[in-house]
Each structure stands twice: as C-alpha cells, then as structure tokens.
C-alpha cells in the first residue's frame, strides 16, 4: 500500500508541474503557438477526462520509474520477482547494496537522465516527423525531463 501511494504521488507530481510549465506566464503561449493549439480548442475539450487520462499515463511512467531510479528493484527482477527463491548472493547484495543509493538527489539524477535521454528523444523523433520547431521539442522535452526528474527524486527517496 506504501509504494502505491507513493507511485501515485509521483504520477500527481506531474500535473502540478505541467500547471506550472504549461502556465500562459512560463511556456503555455510559447506552446500554444508551436504546437498549433488555440485557446478555443482546449476550452472544448473535457478537461477532466484529459488530467485523469494524464494521471493516468504518469502513473504508468511512475510504475517503470522505480524501476530505473531504485537498484534494489531492478536486482529483485534478476531473481525472478520472488526474494524467496533467489541465491544466497542476493541478499549478500541486500545486505551491503539494501539502502544504498536510495536518496532524493539520486532519484533525481537518474530522473534527469531519463528525462534527457528517453523522454526528450522520443518526443523529438515525433517532433521531427511531425514538422514540429525546435522551440515545441524543446519545451515539450523539457517538461519531460522535469517532470522525471521530480519523479525520480520521490520514488528514490519515498519508497
């Protein structure tokens, strides 16, 4: 239940930084402009259903995040899931790697490094095919590696 309510802080964490990223003050009309929306379309569209579907799809990133920013998660994968059945070299490993590396500031490293290295990247392909500006894949990809930034810091230091 912990993790849970941890992944689903993180995946919140990006709707509060897309209120701010996307805020008509920081790059919203930048946006806006590049991307080809108008205010008129945003306005007619459901709202609630967008954040809830963006809740959605961050909670899915949050999911594999933990995955990236946590070691620890990613050496129980090696074991099949179940620390039961894993060799004693397992938890020599846990007992001098167990809560290692498990801060803010290394969640959020490994965040940045998603964010700059998965995330930017795949919205830039699409923005290339798409005929997209640089400012768009900029500001698009750079909501992202924000955005997995925070996300890696909570899950490395909350988890």
């Known amino acids: 239940m912990h993790t849970l ?4 802080l993180s995946a919140f964490s990006s709707l509060v930084v897309g209120f701010i990223w996307y805020n008509p003050k920081v790059f919203g009309t930048i946006w806006m402009r590049e991307s080809g929306v ?3 379309k945003i306005k007619g569209g459901n709202i609630l259903a967008t954040l809830a579907m963006a809740f959605v799809y961050a909670f899915f990133i949050s999911v594999i995040m933990q995955f990236l920013v946590i070691h620890q998660t ?15 070299s397992y938890n020599a490993f846990l007992a001098d790697y167990g809560t290692k590396f498990r801060t ?3 969640g959020a490293l490994h965040g940045f ?26 500001i698009a ?12 810091a909570i899950l490395c230091q909350l988890i």
Request: proline share 3%.
């Open 5 to 8: 309510l941890i992944l689903l």
């Open 38 to 40: 108008s205010e008129e």
């Open 74 to 88: 990613g050496a129980l994968g090696m074991v099949g899931g179940d620390a039961s059945k894993a060799l004693p």
């Open 104 to 106: 803010f500031q290394h």
């Open 113 to 138: 490094m998603t964010g700059l290295f998965f995330a930017l990247p795949v919205i830039g392909v699409g923005a290339l095919f798409e005929r997209r500006s640089w400012k768009y894949t900029l």
């Open 141 to 152: 990809g750079g909501y992202w590696v924000v955005t997995c930034t925070i996300m890696g």
